[in-house]
């Protein structure tokens, strides 16, 4: 597909002496393969993951884009197979995003939401997050920000869905060429004296000379390399566990399986992300060794662990990670019959009724019974069946089995590029999406921010097109990294901060967390990270904004959440002195940024709807002897 | 005939400083910082111009989406040719010229590196007044940022002006003598903040916008040539014998001409987001420093 035309020199103006020696020589055939060895593009984008097919669909959706650039997509992987995904209805993918308003506005905006499989997809119209070691809770709700029960705060979307969708769309426009099945071979840079563009060789002998090139190439992404942009960041220590969960429908008394749970333990947190009326899909960040462990149990002994990891106390919940490390230490994997026991012992020892929404030793006698014969569970109601138990809605609904074929764990990092644009001999060279930066899954935040990469990137593109720029100049590209750098490293700061204060095990946190004093605080935090998960709807976003651009509040919601994770560190020193008060303070001056940017729901500042009930017992928590009061059932 | 032309309004001195200097053309973040990234919005004003005219021109008719395509363009000056490849990119068949070689050579070899532009661009080294010796005539005259360098204004105005077709456009931009603009241009640009070369700009030189206007209104004249060109600052209106209604009507105040014959727009610096912005039309005080021009040659 050759969409610039030979270019049949057209000498128009008269003037003969002087003439430059461009117009002296006739003009090679730049665009065929067969002068210099290389196709002219204008844009390549290398990877054909989310990101870099929705920056080739919004660009082809461009009528400006498509009338006067080349577009070339190159994947490795077989795209076709993506194209022709059809998974069985309830069988869902283990790789999910919460796609927030703003994303899926992005994708509706390009035409290509209309060819997600909305069947497939799921609103979350709810969210419940707690503290690990204290219980303090939030919970709220899409009313809550202004939002629609219907739009929900996010729609939870299989990655494939998206892709797929995103791939029927580009059909539409032929005009973007996907090269697939074809890897990059190197990519060098073009003579000086041809400019230095790059030149992508591809491993079917192909060579694509392009004007830029756009590494949306993941984590350790070839055209960041190419381009000699430094990045930063580190490890987490901590491996994400994820699996597609099969459970019980909620029962009639309940609300539909539509809020997302997430539990922050001292590990990491663990997360249930409704996708259906029985399939949820589970991410688990926690310590390598222990993930190792969990993925060598047996997958009814991992259910059960995850029944558990949200509700039983931290104390016990310790206590069985340290049974499961030392049965895969020594061999002895631990059966499902074993694990029942002990966490039943230890429900027992808490002092936790057999029908209480706290307890998961039956749903784990089940599992045994039934083995990973999910399907066979259908009519066997062990929980949900008529009045359920107080708290029920707490607690994600409880799981009966895995998904097989869906159990997967990766690394976790936090790294950020120093840099979008390449510049000097990396020049015409720009990085969107985990190319760029990947952050800790637990705000569920990285494929969005790869997606306002790719919003902006291709807005930049089209505005320099209209100006007759160089859509490969820093020039043209300046304003994208302008827009996202400081955006995205606002939200990702105030990712890691979140993390790194969960899971710290530095004293004066942990006491301050036990006792509960800076729970407020935090979970004012959390509360702002999560309302941004959720996004607002287009139209509240124009609320402060300026004529013309939306104003997306994000940036300034992430800085107010940053600003509150530095407070907690910041005084973990006095708080011992100042005590309540203080928490108070910092909460109240979080709460007022929140309400500045509109977001603040009309309630109180006071995050904790259940903290009042937790607070008493949660005390004696870090002594690590008595489980709290407030996880006793109340009948 | 022709050394008149070839040298009338071409300042040897400062052709031999941009000479020098030609190699930073194409360097985003070095002498011409300041230009790549005003260039957006001299285009942006040229665009709105004539979608602006073809709207006047053809009510009712939606105007086309790239009011550039196809017609003939030259841009006087081109220096490394940054605006003369975004004009060719939108479509105008356009012709960049510059008094120094050396210029020329950098843009030419700049352009050929772009498999797009060897089509609708082309370069010369020559002056305006040579052109003036081809029938040629163009849709769409730009002369940037170069006023305030020649050595006779009012004789590269009628030039520029005799250049361009009946109906058509004349673009230019350049710096009001101000104080804010010596402040702005020389004595912050040139020797505190050190962006662009010491010598690049002389206060006295610099033109303001008022100027502009009232020569248009005077422009052409009809009366017997006059040799020799006024000293810089005061511009007197050079003879054109072919034709004789103003270009500006003559009684429209200086700063605010009819907004069908010719327009000024401020071109605001943003320190902050080190970029350039095209100031709201009638913005006060907006072209007391950078600014725009544009004034359309009457069609008879």
Not at chain 1, 433 to 440: C, K, P, Q, S
Not at chain 2, 228 to 238: D, Q
Request: proline share 6%.
């Amino acid at each position: 597909m050759l969409l610039v035309p030979s270019s049949t020199s057209r000498i128009c103006c008269v003037v003969a002496k002087n003439h430059s020696k461009l117009f002296l020589k006739p003009t090679r055939r730049l665009s065929t393969p067969s002068g210099s060895g290389h196709e002219e593009c204008d844009v390549v984008i290398v990877g054909g993951g989310p990101a870099g097919l929705a920056l080739a669909s919004a660009l082809g959706s461009s009528q400006v884009v498509r009338e006067n650039l080349r577009v070339a997509l190159v994947e490795g992987g077989d795209l076709s197979k993506l194209r022709d995904w059809s998974p069985k209805s309830g069988a869902f993918s283990n790789r999910v995003s919460s796609l927030t308003n703003a994303s899926q506005a992005f994708l509706q905006g390009v035409g290509a939401w209309d060819f997600v499989d909305a069947e497939r997809t799921a609103p979350i119209e709810e969210m419940q997050v707690w503290d690990g070691i204290s219980d303090a809770r939030i919970n709220f709700v899409a009313e809550d920000l202004g939002l629609t029960s219907e739009d929900g705060m996010a729609r939870l979307t299989e990655n494939f869905n998206l892709q797929r969708a995103l791939l029927r769309h580009l059909n539409t426009f032929p005009q973007v060429e996907l090269i697939d099945k074809t890897r990059v071979q190197t990519i060098v840079r073009d003579a000086d004296d041809r400019g230095g563009w790059p030149l992508v060789q591809l491993d079917n002998g192909r060579t694509l000379r392009t004007r830029l090139l756009v590494g949306a190439d993941g984590f350790n992404s070839p055209v960041r390399s190419y381009a000699q942009i430094p990045s930063f960041g580190w490890s987490y220590d901590t491996q994400a566990i994820v699996a597609t969960l099969i459970h019980e429908p909620r029962g009639a008394f309940q609300s539909p399986n539509t809020t997302a749970y997430q539990r922050f333990l001292p590990t990491g947190p663990i997360a249930f992300l409704p996708l259906s009326a029985t399939s949820s899909s589970l991410v688990w960040s926690t310590k390598p060794g222990l993930a190792s462990a969990l993925l060598a149990s047996d997958p009814s002994v991992l259910a059960g662990l995850i029944n558990a990891a949200f509700r039983l106390p931290e104390i016990s919940l310790r206590y069985l990670h340290n049974r499961i490390l030392q049965g895969h230490a020594s061999g002895q994997v631990l059966t499902p019959a074993e694990i029942r026991e002990e966490i039943f012992w230890r429900e027992q020892s808490h002092s936790i009724d057999a029908h209480s929404a706290y307890s998961s030793s039956h749903a784990v006698a089940a599992i045994d019974a039934q083995g990973e014969q999910a399907d066979a569970i259908e009519g066997k109601r062990f929980n949900n069946a008529g009045i359920p138990p107080e708290d029920a809605e707490l607690f994600p609904p409880l799981v009966t089995s895995l998904l097989p074929g869906t159990v997967a764990s990766f690394p976790l990092r936090f790294n950020h590029t120093e840099t979008y644009i390449g510049e000097g001999s990396g020049s015409r060279t720009v990085l969107v999406g985990d190319a760029a930066h990947t952050v800790h899954p637990l705000a569920g935040q990285g494929l969005n921010l790869g997606l306002a990469d790719v919003e902006c990137l291709a807005k930049c593109i089209e505005n320099a097109l209209q100006q007759g720029g160089d859509i490969g100049s820093y020039t043209a590209l300046m304003p994208y990294a302008q827009e996202r750098y400081l955006k995205n490293h606002t939200v990702m700061s105030a990712i890691d901060k979140l993390h790194k204060i969960y899971t710290s095990t530095a004293e004066p946190v942990v006491w301050a967390r036990s006792v509960g004093v800076e729970v407020l605080n935090e979970l004012d935090t959390v509360k702002a990270a999560l309302m941004l998960t959720a996004g607002a709807k287009q139209n509240q976003y124009n609320r402060n904004g300026a004529s013309g651009e939306q104003q997306r509040p994000d940036a300034a919601m992430w800085e107010a959440a940053a600003k509150g994770v530095e407070s907690v560190v910041a005084a973990n020193n006095t708080v011992k002195v100042l005590g309540r008060g203080l928490a108070g303070m910092v909460g109240m001056g979080l709460y007022n940024l929140l309400k500045e940017s509109g977001y603040a729901p009309p309630s109180t500042p006071s995050a904790t709807s259940t903290n009042d009930r937790h607070a008493n017992g949660s005390s004696n928590d870090s002594n690590g002897s008595v489980p709290p009061d407030s996880t006793q059932p109340r009948k | 005939m022709s050394l008149r032309r070839l040298y009338s309004t071409v300042n040897n001195a400062e052709i031999a400083h941009f000479s020098k200097l030609s190699a930073h053309w194409w360097d985003e973040h070095g002498e011409f910082a300041f230009l790549h990234k005003m260039n957006p919005a001299r285009v942006q004003f040229i665009q709105q111009k004539l979608k602006e005219i073809h709207h006047d021109d053809h009510p009712g008719t939606p105007a086309p989406s790239n009011s550039l395509k196809g017609l003939d363009a030259l841009d006087i000056g081109c220096g490394g040719g940054l605006l003369s490849e975004s004009l060719a990119r939108l479509g105008a068949n356009t012709l960049g010229i510059d008094a120094s070689e050396s210029n020329i050579s950098i843009a030419s070899h700049h352009a050929s590196h772009d498999p797009k532009l060897s089509r609708s661009l082309e370069y010369q080294h020559t002056t305006s007044e040579s052109l003036l010796d081809h029938p040629k005539r163009y849709d769409i005259v730009c002369s940037m940022e170069v006023l305030e360098h020649v050595n006779n204004p009012a004789l590269f105005l009628d030039t520029c002006a005799q250049l361009v077709k009946p109906g058509g456009h004349l673009f230019l931009s350049t710096i009001a003598r101000t104080p804010l603009s010596d402040f702005l241009t020389i004595f912050l640009a040139e020797h505190v903040l050190r962006k662009v070369t010491v010598g690049t700009h002389t206060h006295s030189k610099f033109i303001n916008s008022t100027e502009l206007v009232s020569f248009f209104q005077k422009y052409p004249r009809s009366k017997p040539k006059t040799e020799s060109g006024s000293s810089s600052g005061e511009l007197s209106t050079s003879p054109s014998d072919t034709d004789t209604v103003p270009w500006i009507s003559p009684h429209s105040p200086a700063n605010e001409p009819m907004r069908t014959q010719a327009e000024i727009r401020g071109l605001i610096y943003n320190p902050l987001q080190a970029n350039w912005y095209l100031a709201p039309r009638g913005a006060w005080a907006a072209a007391e420093c950078n600014y725009l021009f544009w004034v359309r040659k009457p069609l008879v």
